[in-house]
């Protein structure tokens, strides 16, 4: 059975940090790329970031840049997303999600997701 689940979300000030991780099981996590997504109310799932499977290349959206760092820990089996300088726009709930076959920001190629975890950052 697969699973993927997020953890270490919550309700921060803007400008703190915070550092969710996704814990995977049931399928070869080293096989595949991981992605974060992020949903804010009313708005459609957009792109956060990506890893390749050993970790060694990551692909971030502009509004994260410098400011999110993704990670992997393949003896894990776990997925990270390290959030600094947080921002009110960062606010949503937040995906991680698994690609098989692409390292890529569109949400459609990601065969396996997680139930999200809400992230709210106040001013």
């Known amino acids: 059975q697969v699973q993927l689940v997020e953890s270490g979300g919550g309700l921060v000030q803007a400008g703190a940090s915070l550092r969710l991780s996704c814990a995977a099981s049931g399928f070869p996590f080293s096989n595949y790329h991981m992605g974060w997504f992020r949903q804010a109310p009313g708005r459609e799932r957009e792109f956060v970031a990506t890893i390749e499977r050993l970790g060694f290349s990551a692909y971030y959206a502009d509004s994260v840049k410098g400011r999110f760092t993704i990670s992997r820990d393949n003896a894990k089996n776990t997925a990270y997303l390290q959030m600094d300088a947080l921002k009110p726009d960062d606010t949503a709930v937040y995906y991680c999600?698994?690609?098989?076959?692409?390292?890529?920001?569109?949400?459609?190629?990601?065969?396996?997701w997680g139930q999200g975890t809400q992230i709210t950052v106040s001013s």
């Open positions: 999600a698994a690609s098989r076959d692409l390292l890529t920001a569109q949400s459609s190629q990601y065969e396996y």
